[in-house]
């Protein structure tokens, strides 16, 4: 029996390849009909045989391309029209505005196939792609997604490559940036002075990176700095020249064959090394690495990837060995991504450069991530997921623009049921980044037609983000308050609305009494929060100089444990010179601004077991925190709850002194830090216990830079499970302040229309 179905796809379908996908898959199954685009997603009609309809039908979520977000497919029998052809029809003009931008997409096994098949036409051509794979939001310039409007429009497709691209059976119908090695961009090799070199400039890049050197590498969203992993001087010289003191670099592995001498890993981090987006996944280091120690110093961890572009796979394969690929900046610039400002500023850093013609419109980094529980937790959110919106249950009542915070900054607009996140943009204190912040902003609304109603921004008042805000006229403004924003992301992430007990730990944020929060229990919904606990508050000696030096806040909290005379440690010794005027200054409140952070709790406790004293990037000392804990260890330190007003204040000091306790009686360092990590969480457990005794909530949001401490997440959530709690965690934007965009443009949307009602 035959029969005709129109079926309509919902979700992220268009500017990913899902046409073809439906007609190979309706090709296959005899089918006629049609498939277009238009203003709400993919329109199908399907005529045929009753079962092989089903089979379709039943086939459409399954062999969707990689990209494909669905969110609903919805499908009604119509009258039989007798098609036996399918076809792929133009979609309507006009209303591709609606269209989602794919992220770039690593090489797909079909393209790489025909990069080392000698008689393919691409053979060895290092800018291949096709529909499933290669550059799209990297390079698109403007909507709606057309040849013309990307960087490849300076292109134009040979007959070869234009019959591939009208080609409705080809693998590269309707790809934006087909090209061949007759038509399309070149790569070449310039010297250390921006001179070609002669000769396969594959084959000379491999070689000088064999020789020690470092080649500057043109990727997907920026230019990477490449040297020998397995080679110490050549990696301590990238060091020396970037200004980059311990920060690990990341490293490309030819294949999972190095990476398994690498690193230990499993299944779930298998999937997302080998994922089309093709994050650096963070992974514990074997003993047997042979990697320069200079790659990643005092981390017990590597960021690894698996090349995700023809180059990185020629290149790779011609060294198969792993290679560091940092980002092609200086220090904590942002990464160079234009061709004449690569040479520019790379110029003393790289050896040469090996390049390509095809220009990269948006800078944007690799995104990093870690897997807990086998599902991926982002620590940076770029390449490879965005543009790809977020979806929420619920609309946005109007459009909103959040300006996100001031270190990992990250833009987001919303409109609809969709958060567009963007690229991570950096540090917005750094002028190149903040220039970034300004051009993202205007590339975001253009590329997603959103003209913002609303613009949200974070309440301390000294955010570059902030005073952007401020500046726009013609606008509701809405301050949301930077835990809250934290919490709602982790909502957003969850497609949850609350109340929630929202568990924010972070370094800083600022509160609504304006002192700096950092260790907060809320009790929180999209629209609000009441601040319900917290850890006490301390000074925080010299303010940014108690960030960069851990051995003050160390300092701050021994006096809070012991008073004017704690027992001698060998911390006070390290730093025996000021430390009576640190201290000085965080009793009289002089550039000692108050804080409940508990990032600044890990630091001090790092101070206390010898981890380090100052830090050369943000968080490093929890960081090596928490790989010096002994996973092993089960104890706790108790810690004290004070009522207060409003809630209960934890009292850390007394996981201070527990830890000197131990210090003093010679436990190892590693156990005590596992203890420590314990009572942290024993402390999460016992305030949110507090709270559901109140409220009644039994759901808890877990957000904040903290949280990305796998130990502590995972001792987090195992004591919430077994006393009934529900936990949210972050999946799909980082739990740090890459997130707070998010978050912001959620409560923004709330507060507007409960302000409304
Ligand atoms: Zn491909
Ligand atoms: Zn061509
Ligand atoms: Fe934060």
Redesign the pocket.
């Known amino acids: 029996m035959r029969t005709r179905l129109r079926i309509r796809v919902e979700g992220v379908v268009q500017g990913v390849g899902f046409r073809p996908c439906v007609y190979a898959l309706a090709t296959r199954l005899s089918l006629g009909g049609c498939v277009s685009n238009d203003s709400q997603g993919v329109r199908i009609e399907a005529e045929g045989e009753w079962d092989n309809v089903g089979r379709f039908l039943a086939a459409l979520e399954r062999e969707a391309p990689p990209l494909a977000v669905i969110e609903r497919i919805a499908s009604h029998t119509m009258p039989l029209q007798g098609d036996t052809r399918f076809i792929i029809a133009p979609s309507q003009r006009g209303l591709e505005r609606n269209v989602f931008v794919s992220p770039d997409v690593a090489t797909c096994a079909d393209c790489l196939r025909e990069l080392f098949k000698p008689a393919d036409r691409r053979y060895r051509y290092a800018l291949t792609n096709c529909t499933n794979c290669g550059p799209r939001f990297t390079i698109i310039c403007d909507v709606p997604y057309d040849r013309a409007t990307t960087t490849m429009a300076a292109f134009p497709m040979c007959q070869d490559c234009a019959r591939e691209y009208h080609d409705p059976t080809d693998r590269r119908f309707h790809a934006q940036p087909v090209a061949c090695p007759g038509c399309g961009p070149r790569l070449t090799l310039l010297d250390a002075w921006g001179r070609p070199v002669a000769d396969d400039p594959i084959m000379q890049a491999a070689r000088l990176i064999r020789a020690g050197h470092v080649v500057a590498v043109k990727g997907l969203g920026g230019y990477h700095l490449a040297v020998d992993a397995t080679n110490e001087t050549a990696v301590m010289t990238l060091r020396t020249r970037k200004y980059r003191e311990e920060k690990p670099f990341a490293l490309m592995a030819p294949g999972l064959h190095v990476v398994r001498n690498l690193v230990e890993f499993g299944p779930g981090e298998e999937r997302l090394l080998t994922s089309p987006r093709r994050p650096i996944v963070l992974l514990r280091r074997l003993a047997r690495a042979q990697i320069a120690s200079a790659t990643a110093p005092g981390n017990q961890c590597l960021g690894i990837m698996l090349p995700y572009t023809p180059v990185h796979h020629l290149l790779t394969r011609a060294l198969d060995i792993p290679i560091v690929l940092t980002s092609g900046n200086v220090s904590d610039e942002p990464i160079a991504y234009q061709d004449d400002e690569a040479l520019e500023r790379l110029r003393g850093i790289a050896d040469a450069f090996l390049t390509h013609n095809r220009p990269i419109h948006i800078r944007t980094d690799d995104s990093v991530v870690r897997s807990f529980r086998g599902t991926p937790m982002p620590l940076r959110r770029s390449r490879g997921y965005t543009p790809q919106p977020i979806i929420v249950p619920w609309e946005f009542s109007q459009p909103v623009l959040a300006c996100g ?1 001031e270190l990992k900054n990250t833009i987001c607009v919303a409109r609809g049921r969709y958060a567009f996140l963007s690229h991570h943009i950096g540090d917005l204190e750094n002028f190149a980044a903040f220039r970034s912040f300004t051009e993202a902003i205007a590339h975001f609304q253009r590329l997603f037609d959103v003209r913002p109603k609303i613009v949200a921004y974070d309440l301390h008042p000294e955010y570059l983000s902030t005073k952007w805000a401020l500046d726009q006229e013609g606008v509701e403004l809405c301050g949301v308050q ?1 835990h809250h924003a ?1 919490v709602a992301s982790c909502l957003a992430d969850n497609a949850e609305a609350g109340p929630v007990i929202g568990v924010a730990f ?2 800083l ?1 600022y509160g609504t009494d304006g002192t700096m929060w950092g260790g907060e229990f809320l009790v929180a919904d999209l629209a609000g929060f009441e601040r319900v606990g917290h850890l006490a508050t301390v000074a925080m000696p010299g303010g940014m100089a108690a960030i960069k030096e851990p051995w003050r806040m160390a300092a701050v909290y021994l006096e809070e444990a012991f008073g004017h005379h704690p027992p001698a440690l060998q911390v006070m010794q390290r730093h025996a010179a000021q430390w009576q005027s640190v201290l000085k200054m965080a009793r009289a409140g002089v550039l000692a601004p108050l804080t409940s952070s508990a990032g600044r709790l890990f630091d001090a406790v790092a101070a206390l077991l010898g981890v380090r004293d100052s830090i050369t990037y943000e968080g490093q000392a929890a960081i090596e925190l928490e790989q010096l804990a002994d996973p092993a260890e089960t104890d706790t330190f108790n810690v004290s709850f004070q009522s207060t007003a409003h809630g209960f204040e934890i009292r850390a000091a007394d996981l201070v002194r527990a830890v000197v306790d131990n210090l003093l009686r010679q436990v190892q360092p590693s156990a005590i830090a596992g203890r420590f990590h314990n009572s942290v969480a024993e402390a999460i457990l016992h305030g949110c216990l507090t709270i559901r005794e109140h409220t009644g909530l039994h759901t808890v949001a877990l957000s ?2 903290v949280f990305q401490n796998m130990l502590l997440l995972e001792r987090t959530i195992e004591r919430l499970e077994a006393r009934g709690f529900r936990v949210l965690r972050h999946r799909q934007v980082p739990p ?2 890459g997130g ?1 965009s998010l978050g912001q443009a959620v409560v923004a949307s709330r507060k507007a229309r409960v302000s409304r009602a």
């Open positions: 915070a930077h934290h972070d370094g944020g904040g830079g740090n302040d707070i």
